[in-house]
């Protein structure tokens, strides 16, 4: 089975510049996650979505970030303008369902450097 | 003050030795209990998740879940080099389903 896949693994940008990141979930997972993972810390929850629908952007910084689930498969997160305080890795994780303790299984993340 | 506090460390033992690891919560919703181990330049795995308060093994890795003192551990016994990861405490509350990470612990398992 394959993992949850993401790109690019690697990103470099300057302040206020802008950025995107994609996602592929397990194939069959009705719920995908982006988590941000400063480093020394655990990951965040950033949104949650359940097929193509947001159950949960509590976290989102909205004046900067946006993110999409398109036909409830892959997803894109956006930031537009990046800060420096947004270097962090960014993880995607999806499950087969929320509202339930299924798994989460997380991608490599994608790792972001503001300069 | 955060939900989940976990020691950062660094922790470093030698092989064979007992790694052990945990966390402290604040919030009584918490009803379920991880553990991930997360390799450098990876994704967190799930490596161990228990409901109820006491001890559950599986292999060299036990869980122990004390929900009266809000306290769960981790403990590695007979550790190996490839033990050497940054280790995730996690807990879903049981109202909304959320993770709540604690900060990871680093450890190194020397040969």
């Known amino acids: 089975e394959a993992g949850v896949a993401q790109s690019p693994r690697y990103k470099i940008i300057e302040k206020r510049q802008s950025v995107a990141f994609w996602c592929n979930p397990i194939s069959g997972h009705a719920t995908l996650y982006w988590y941000q993972q400063i480093l020394g810390q655990g990951p965040k929850l950033l949104i949650q979505f359940q097929n193509n629908g947001v159950v949960d952007d509590s976290q989102l910084p909205k004046d900067r970030f946006s993110a999409e689930r398109l036909k409830g498969v892959d997803s894109t997160l956006k930031i537009q303008p990046a800060k420096l305080e947004d270097s962090a890795v960014y993880l995607c994780?999806?499950?087969?369902?929320?509202?339930?303790?299924?798994?989460?299984?997380f991608g490599p993340g994608t790792r972001l450097t503001v300069l | 003050q955060k939900e989940v506090e976990q020691d950062p460390g660094p922790l470093s033992v030698p092989e064979g030795a007992i790694v052990s690891l945990n966390c402290t919560y604040s919030?009584?919703?918490?009803?379920?209990f991880m553990w991930y181990r997360q390799y450098s330049r990876k994704g967190p795995e799930l490596l161990m998740y228990t409901y109820s308060s006491g001890n559950k093994e599986d292999g060299r890795f036990t869980a122990q879940v004390d929900k009266s003192s809000k306290y769960i551990s981790l403990f590695i016994r007979d550790s190996q080099p490839s033990d050497s990861a940054t280790y995730l405490c996690?807990?879903?509350?049981?109202?909304?389903?959320?993770?709540?990470f604690g900060a990871g612990t680093t450890v190194t398992v020397r040969a």
């Open positions: 994780a999806s499950s087969l369902t929320s509202g339930s303790v299924d798994t989460q299984y």
């Open positions: 919030n009584s919703a918490f009803q379920y």
């Open positions: 996690a807990m879903i509350r049981r109202d909304d389903y959320k993770l709540s």
